[in-house]
């Protein structure tokens, strides 16, 4: 067995989205290479409505998937091939958006105003970019739920884990997506392949991750006595986890638990030529898929 090192950590960043959502960005527009086969990470978690009810209208995608889940709320969601339907608390879509897609995403929050929610976005390798787009729209029942002897706790929405697999199949990057609970002052292991680029998303509680040597947390300034010092702090929420090579990552939860996406899959180890929702292999392909969006005829 062998650590994955921790080899960076982040924290977000609020930006508007949409028609004027206040979101956390995770990752996005960055070096693709950072994290390939993702893309970007959104948490769009709000408590006002005012925030996030313009939501998402219609727009395009092409080239990639994403992947929504849903916390608390609900997501209106429509699309050009006249799909339409709700995403509530727990529930998954894995879209692919595949040779283009025109759909819309209008966040409604649940009864105490809350909109807590992910949006993940996967690359498509170029033998695929132009293939047929399809849904699958995955309910908060049919997501499998492992719960360990210590009370740790995984939702497994795409890939296997602990002897269960979760329901979402056929993705090109062979990705596992799982939602992990650790109890307070628990510490787990949990395997992870070798080949597949990995990282953690912590949005409740805290904790550390070890490396192959020391524990790693959140290089912080704080002060004693009067004096500014860099300590390393736990990780805790909103904090982006990036793991290095290796089997297996280890965290420590802190007093109040920690909860976290563990998400990885395999490199597509290919060009990207990115504008917006649209990711392609190269400019041309950029350009031409523009200019279908100009004459009407991005929707085949």
């Not at 893309?39 to 409505?49: I, T, V």
């Not at 638990?257 to 899959?265: N, T």
């Amino acid at each position: 067995m062998s650590i994955r090192p921790v080899t960076h950590i982040g924290s977000t960043q609020p930006i508007l989205e949409g028609a004027g959502v206040r979101l956390e960005r995770v990752f996005g527009f960055q070096d693709p290479e950072m994290l390939d086969p993702f893309l970007l990470l959104d948490d769009f978690r709000n408590e006002r409505p005012e925030d996030y009810l313009k939501g998402f209208p219609w727009h395009p995608h092409r080239g990639i998937e994403t992947i929504t889940y849903v916390l608390a709320g609900t997501v209106e969601h429509g699309d050009s091939l006249g799909n339409t339907g709700n995403l509530g608390a727990g529930d998954v879509q894995w879209m692919t958006a595949g040779r283009g897609i025109m759909h819309q995403e209008m966040p409604k929050g649940d009864a105490n105003g809350r909109m807590h929610g992910f949006q993940l976005w996967a690359n498509l390798p170029s033998s695929l970019k132009m293939t047929e787009p399809r849904y699958q729209d995955v309910t908060a029942k049919d997501i499998p739920v492992v719960v360990d002897d210590d009370g740790t706790s995984a939702r497994i929405i795409c890939g296997s884990f602990w002897g269960k697999s979760g329901p979402v199949d056929g993705i090109a990057a062979d990705p596992q997506y799982l939602d992990i609970h650790v109890p307070a002052g628990r510490k787990k292991r949990f395997k992870v392949d070798t080949y597949k680029q990995t990282f953690a998303y912590i949005f409740e509680g805290s904790g550390t991750f070890e490396g192959a040597s020391d524990p790693f947390g959140v290089l912080t300034e704080k002060e004693f006595g009067g004096e500014e010092l860099k300590i390393r702090d736990e990780t805790g929420n909103r904090s982006l986890v990036i793991f290095g090579s290796g089997d297996e990552i280890v965290v420590q939860a802190g007093d109040e638990g920690i909860r976290f996406l563990l998400v990885s899959g395999a490199p597509i180890k290919e060009p990207v030529a990115w504008h917006g929702p649209i990711v392609m292999n190269t400019r041309q392909e950029l350009i031409q898929a523009v200019s279908e969006l100009q004459n009407g005829t991005f929707i085949r």
